[in-house]
């Protein structure tokens, strides 16, 4: 069965995390991720695991951070330290119970290509990952390319498919035949093709049809999980009534799984 999750996002508009959390759980979601990203937020990643757990509600997964993640690819000594940094939040998503992490490749329209340097950091985060029992799914952002070269050299590690991204960047261009049974975990939203603007599904022109038939022939089977903001537009609406909204729709596409 796929269950239905969705993000606990700190860039939501006019409501902190904790109020977030609160109307996630009265609109019917039981399951969630957190956004990983140690930032200094009011509300700490931790005190929002916490909180999410005190409510009974389960966390699949944790979305690490990407600060200055284009250095994973450079010979330089920011590189080195992003090493260090997700090694450690590894560790503390293990002394957490959580045993599935999403990592980006870049950031932005450019990076460093794939190369050497990048693949021996990321084998040792994976490999470190790997000992704690830990899996990586490596998430499509703006460029080609990066999940195919990760995929092709670390074995073991699967991908993130945010459709957003897929969409609006790539047009839905995605060898998806490449990811059969790599596919650990997914982003959905919609948006009209040109911006990442995480709109509810079925308000954009993503084809939700079709992206479905693509997953099952990935034999994807995990949690639908939909990665929505309460910003621009939605904040005309009361939070828990978006949230109830967006958990309508996660019911419409787990039926669509279904089918």
């Not at 957190?34 to 944790?62: A, P």
């Not at 990407?66 to 330290?81: A, C, S, V």
């Not at 990760?150 to 839905?172: E, R, S, T, W, Y």
């Not at 990442?196 to 949690?223: M, N, R, S, V």
């Amino acid at each position: 069965m796929n269950e239905l999750a969705v993000v606990i996002s700190n860039d939501n508009e006019s409501v902190t995390p904790m109020h977030t959390i609160d109307a996630v759980k009265n609109a019917g979601f039981k399951h969630v991720f957190l956004q990983w990203y140690n930032k200094e937020w009011k509300f700490t990643q931790q005190e929002q695991l916490d909180y999410c757990r005190k409510l009974g509600l389960n966390v699949i997964f944790v979305h690490l951070g990407y600060q200055g993640i284009n250095n994973i690819w450079l010979d330089n000594e920011e590189g080195i330290q992003l090493v260090e940094r997700y090694k450690k939040d590894i560790l503390v998503c293990k002394e957490n119970g959580i045993d599935l992490v999403i990592m980006h490749l870049t950031s932005k329209s450019e990076a460093p290509g794939p190369n050497e340097i990048g693949l021996n950091r990321l084998i040792e985060i994976v490999n470190y990952a790997k000992e704690l029992g830990v899996k990586i799914a490596f998430e499509n952002t703006k460029i080609k390319g990066y999940l195919e070269y990760i995929v092709d050299h670390i074995p073991g590690v699967g991908i993130c498919l945010d459709v957003g991204h897929m969409h609006a960047h790539f047009k839905d261009e995605f060898p998806f035949e490449k990811f059969v049974d790599k596919i650990f975990a997914v982003h959905l939203h919609d948006n009209h093709g040109d911006k990442d603007a995480h709109l509810l599904p079925f308000e954009g022109t993503l084809d939700w049809k079709w992206l479905i038939d693509k997953l099952h022939a990935c034999h994807y089977d995990g949690p639908i999980t939909m990665e929505l903001v309460y910003q621009n537009d939605y904040v005309a609406m009361d939070v828990v009534d978006f949230y109830r909204k967006g958990f309508e729709i996660g019911l419409q596409l787990q039926s669509m799984f279904g089918e």
